[in-house]
């Protein structure tokens, strides 16, 4: 994709990852991963539970240390985590003894960005973009699985990272908060211009949402195709019942299906 | 209101130990009725009023010593190897020992004055709330602590805004328990060797044969440790409001 000599945003090189167990010995999660997302792009991977989804996005964001390879973020080597890029965890977890107001401005607090009152006024600008009114001093135990969902959407982009890495955001939301959140992390990514990887269980997610969707094979987890996807942006309901992504669909459907055989 | 309710078998067993006391079933050397007691807890009010304040001073002091401390070990414990791995088998060790078998120890180090007692409180004290600490600060769940640090945390913002609010219930639990082994060792420890406090007054009360005294003093023992308990219960659900349980 990448034009000749750019070096893209995340670079993944041979990324492999073992896991040590008490039971089963040594666990390979991931095997060769290589992957490379470009400054901007929105791009979804798609893959059969435990093929190191979540694995791949804890090496990127620092978190978790790969066996063999290295990662990239704007052509340095990632050591450590670091608030440019921001991760968005499945098992979304914010802080309990917090409400959603302070949750948001955690990561500004944190930084020392801003007076009390600036930190606030952008928090409430990221809760209103999650579609969040009026819960600011609720506790998490008195909001919704998808509102605690939202809350940590918003949490981490206020943080105003670069790249932004989700995994499984979605995951606990209705579906017609799905899509209307879907159609909001587009206008996000489009206005701010983030790098975004997303992880998804939903095929028409990763096709919805991405430029391109990757598809790994069951564990050990490697890339096993790629798909560009040939829609417009801003996209729109229509599009995800037309063809594009019918077919699209079908062909990932029955390529995971086969189990990575490729 | 509900509340008071719910403390009606205390009533029950007062309104029997009355009954008891006036048809004169037991010997009122062994049990003087309780409005007799509380008559000679009247009559006594400075003395008693005294007597608590001090009880209450050796409590608190020891209390605030020991936990402060717990809180720190237990801290280090959770957040260095090094601390973690020496400490755990001495905490671990000395966890069960009966903390009054250290008093002999403590007097011949620290003499027979204040010293030696608030030592005795604070060292039972700081068990509980250590291990508690520590353990809750393990226990920690991993996303919490991931979700901070990709967020710009530093370690002591890690530690103090992540860290020990989450393991906050558990610490609570720990200096609940440290209170009532703090009230514990108080009182054996004026039993013990004191000229005033609670545990003195109930003792000597014993041994002058002033039985209304003495159930005047443990009746005071007992409703301090249930008003402090209470205390700490409400400043608990006050603290840990965002836990998302009922109880605590
Ligand atoms: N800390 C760990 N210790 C041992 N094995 C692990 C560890 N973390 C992950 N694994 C294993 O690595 C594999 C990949 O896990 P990972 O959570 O990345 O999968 P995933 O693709 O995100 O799955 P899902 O879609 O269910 O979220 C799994 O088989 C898992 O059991
Ligand atoms: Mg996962």
């Known amino acids: 994709?990448?034009?000749?000599?750019?070096?893209?945003?995340?670079?993944?090189?041979?990324?492999?990852?073992?896991?040590?167990?008490?039971?089963?010995?040594?666990?390979?999660?991931?095997?060769?991963?290589?992957?490379?997302?470009?400054?901007?792009?929105?791009?979804?991977?798609?893959?059969?539970?435990?093929?190191?989804?979540?694995?791949?996005?804890?090496?990127?964001?620092?978190?978790?240390?790969?066996?063999?390879?290295?990662?990239?973020?704007?052509?340095?080597p990632v050591n450590g985590p670091d608030p440019k890029i921001g991760i968005i965890f499945q098992e979304f977890r914010i802080f309990p003894w917090r409400t959603a107001l302070e949750n948001v401005?955690?990561?500004?607090?944190?930084?020392?960005?801003?007076?009390?009152?600036?930190?606030?006024?952008?928090?409430?600008?990221?809760?209103?973009?999650?579609?969040?009114?009026?819960?600011?001093?609720?506790?998490?135990?008195?909001?919704?699985?998808?509102?605690?969902?939202?809350?940590?959407i918003a949490q981490t982009f206020a943080c105003d990272p670069e790249v932004v890495l989700m995994d499984e955001p979605l995951g606990s939301v209705d579906s017609l908060t799905r899509e209307t959140l879907q159609d909001e992390v587009l206008r996000i990514w489009q206005e701010s211009g983030k790098t975004i990887l997303l992880v998804t269980h939903s095929i028409e997610?990763?096709?919805?949402?991405g430029q391109?969707?990757?598809?790994?094979?069951?564990?050990?987890?490697?890339?096993?195709?790629?798909?560009?996807?040939?829609?417009?942006?801003?996209?729109?309901?229509?599009?995800?019942?037309?063809?594009?992504?019918?077919d699209l669909r079908t062909e990932i459907w029955a390529l995971i299906r086969e189990g990575g055989g490729a | 209101m509900k509340g008071f309710l719910k403390l009606y078998p205390i009533a029950v067993v007062l309104i029997v130990w009355e009954m008891a006391a006036r048809a004169g079933l037991v010997d009122p050397l062994f049990?003087?009725?309780?409005?007799?007691?509380?008559?000679?807890?009247?009559?006594?009010?400075?003395?008693?009023a005294t007597d608590a304040a001090y009880s209450l001073g050796r409590a608190f002091a020891g209390l605030i010593l020991g936990a402060s401390v717990g809180l720190i070990i237990g801290m280090a414990m959770a957040r260095y190897r090094a601390a973690?791995?020496?400490?755990?088998?001495?905490?671990?060790?000395?966890?069960?020992?009966?903390?009054?078998a250290l008093f002999p120890l403590l007097m011949v180090w620290l003499g027979l004055g204040e010293a030696s007692k608030v030592a005795l409180i604070a060292v039972s004290a700081f068990f509980p709330v250590a291990i508690n600490t520590y353990a809750g600060m393990r226990g920690v769940d991993r996303f919490l602590i991931w979700n901070a640090r990709t967020k710009g945390a530093n370690a002591l913002q890690l530690l103090m805004r992540v860290m020990v609010p989450a393991a906050m219930p558990f610490i609570f639990t720990g200096l609940r328990v440290a209170t009532g082994y703090a009230f514990l060792l108080t009182v054996a420890a004026e039993m013990l060797t004191a000229n005033n406090g609670l545990g003195f007054r109930i003792i000597y009360s014993q041994r002058t044969f002033e039985a209304e005294t003495m159930y005047a003093g443990i009746v005071l023992v007992a409703t301090l440790g249930f008003a402090v308990d209470r205390l700490l219960g409400w400043l608990g659900r006050h603290l840990i409001a965002w836990q998302d349980t009922e109880t605590i």
């Open chain 1, 1 to 76: 994709m990448g034009s000749e000599g750019l070096i893209a945003q995340v670079q993944v090189e041979g990324i492999t990852k073992h896991f040590e167990t008490k039971r089963e010995g040594k666990v390979t999660a991931l095997r060769a991963v290589d992957l490379a997302v470009q400054n901007g792009e929105i791009v979804s991977i798609i893959g059969p539970s435990g093929c190191g989804k979540s694995t791949l996005l804890y090496m990127i964001a620092g978190l978790l240390v790969p066996s063999s390879g290295r990662i990239l973020v704007d052509g340095s």
């Open chain 1, 212 to 246: 391109r969707v990757i598809v790994m094979s069951p564990r050990p987890g490697r890339i096993i195709r790629e798909f560009s996807v040939p829609l417009p942006f801003p996209r729109s309901a229509a599009m995800r019942t037309g063809p594009v992504v019918a």
């Open chain 1, 205 to 209: 997610e990763a096709i919805y949402l």
């Open chain 2, 84 to 100: 973690e791995s020496f400490l755990d088998p001495l905490v671990a060790a000395l966890f069960p020992t009966p903390k009054l």
């Open chain 2, 31 to 48: 049990l003087p009725s309780f409005s007799a007691s509380m008559q000679a807890l009247v009559a006594n009010y400075q003395l008693l």
């Open chain 1, 105 to 152: 401005v955690f990561g500004l607090e944190m930084r020392r960005i801003g007076t009390a009152a600036e930190r606030a006024r952008i928090a409430r600008k990221y809760l209103h973009m999650v579609g969040l009114e009026g819960i600011d001093e609720r506790l998490p135990k008195e909001l919704s699985g998808g509102m605690k969902q939202r809350v940590a």
